[in-house]
């Protein structure tokens, strides 16, 4: 037991020196060694790439068939339709909520720090802004419903997926006997896969140095220095959300010791901050939720897929500032009632939007839109925002965490003696 316990706590260290040594090497990298094929081909493009992006796809590769086996466990352990509805709204309630608090914050302290004051836009480097397609509230609702459920689960469209796994669910839970063998393989299934998780984590150290130091060689840090205010702005934003926001939520409405949960949540927090995908993030959240905080699986599997995809208050962040940026920027004055389209367009902008790296400045377009900011605004933060992508999808995630533990509170699925205990229940 002893044993066991040593290696975990080994592995969370082991994965946090791993991003500190992928951000030296990758700076020091970017700074010493001289551009060429040793460095940019051959360790950057191919060492790093492929065990990089071997790592996130292998993460990727457990999300569709977890997601889909754990939920139809979760929602069929529920059962009846009434008390899923409960957890479903109160979910969408509370992800809504944070959301919205996330814009505020964002919009109030760059009304305070004035990040695009006296900026010299001809200094940055530019990206190119790609523009979000709108769908109407209509659609958006409309593809909830697969019109075929595998081409859903083959395009991993995760609200498409969550609907058609607890219809499923549901059914079974109300077939009882008659479909047990049914309940069994996904019972079953769900275990191989939270198995699958945990093997693929102890590849983790090695897939986390590797992305991290391969951004940070072909980061450019000069780009920052006109943008450092904007980028301080979004980094306070984040901070205060993740550390004072949600802190206060959990303690105010579970009473659990707030450092411990973050304590805890860190290894996910790693992973979203060097992967830059929540999609991606969802097996691992759950397993942690499940094995260290105590969350019971039925909620989790339900609120961190639609978490992922719904509840973005880091990217919500970024957004705020970046119009309060633009405005700025390009001497264009927002009423307070442009304020409030700010929040409501953010909040529905990232309904629907699957959470993967960069898709945050897409849905900006829509944001700027709505307010009429100019779209070419967007290729100002385009060059640092790789940076910042990996900080908010950090945010994003412990968001859906936190609001799960809260839920599964709320619901009676939260068991405080794991969440107490140092020992993971797998162990
Ligand atoms: N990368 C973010 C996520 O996956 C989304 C974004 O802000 O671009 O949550």
Redesign the pocket.
């Known amino acids: 037991m002893a044993k066991n316990k040593k290696k975990k706590i080994g592995l969370t260290t082991v994965i946090l020196l791993s991003l500190v040594a992928g951000a030296l090497v990758g700076a020091c990298m970017h700074y010493f060694v001289p551009a060429g094929y040793v460095r940019d081909t051959v360790i950057v493009g191919g060492i790093f790439y492929v065990f990089g992006q071997g790592f996130i796809r292998l993460m990727q590769m457990l999300v569709v068939p977890l997601v889909f086996c754990s939920l139809v466990c979760g929602s069929s352990a529920i059962g009846d339709t009434k008390t899923l509805g409960k957890v479903g709204v109160k979910t969408i309630v509370f992800y809504l909520f944070t959301t919205a608090i996330a814009i505020s914050v964002a919009l109030s302290l760059a009304t305070l720090t004035n990040p695009g004051r006296g900026l010299d836009i001809d200094n940055i480097t530019k990206g190119e802004a790609t523009v979000a397609e709108s769908t109407s509230l209509a659609d958006t609702l409309l593809n909830i419903i697969p019109k075929n459920p595998i081409q859903g689960l083959a395009e991993g469209n995760m609200l498409q997926i969550i609907l058609f796994a607890m219809i499923v669910g549901i059914i079974l839970a109300k077939l009882g006997e008659k479909a047990d063998i049914v309940a069994g393989f996904f019972a079953q299934f769900n275990d191989v896969m939270m198995e699958m998780t945990s093997i693929v984590m102890k590849v983790a150290p090695i897939g986390v140095f590797s992305l991290i130091a391969k951004t940070f060689c072909e980061i450019g840090f000069d780009a920052f220095i006109p943008m450092l205010k904007y980028m301080g702005t979004v980094f306070g934003g984040l901070f205060v959300q993740c550390c004072v926001v949600y802190m206060l939520l959990l303690l105010l409405f579970t009473r659990l010791n707030p450092l411990k949960f973050l304590k805890k949540f860190f290894p996910v927090m790693v992973f979203a901050f060097s992967t830059?995908?929540?999609?991606a993030t969802i097996p691992l959240s759950i397993e942690t939720l499940t094995d260290k905080i105590g969350v019971s699986k039925k909620i989790s599997s339900f609120t961190i897929p639609l978490g992922?995809t719904i509840n973005?208050d880091?990217?919500a962040i970024?957004q705020g500032v970046a119009v309060v940026f633009a405005a700025q920027a390009y001497g264009i004055a927002l009423s307070p009632a442009d304020y409030l389209t700010v929040i409501a367009t953010a909040t529905l902008a990232s309904i629907g939007t699957a959470?993967?790296?960069?898709?945050?400045?897409i849905t900006l377009s829509m944001v700027f839109a709505s307010v009429g900011l100019p779209v070419e605004a967007i290729a100002l933060i385009m060059g640092i925002d790789r940076i910042l992508?990996m900080t908010?999808?950090a945010v994003?995630i412990t968001g859906d965490a936190v609001c799960t533990t809260i839920v599964a509170h709320q619901d009676g699925s939260l068991d405080r003696d794991i969440f107490n205990s140092d020992t993971p229940v797998s162990e």
Not at 276 to 279: I, K, P
């Open positions: 830059a995908t929540s999609n992922a973005m880091g990217t970024m959470g993967v790296p960069g898709v945050g400045l992508d908010r999808t994003n």
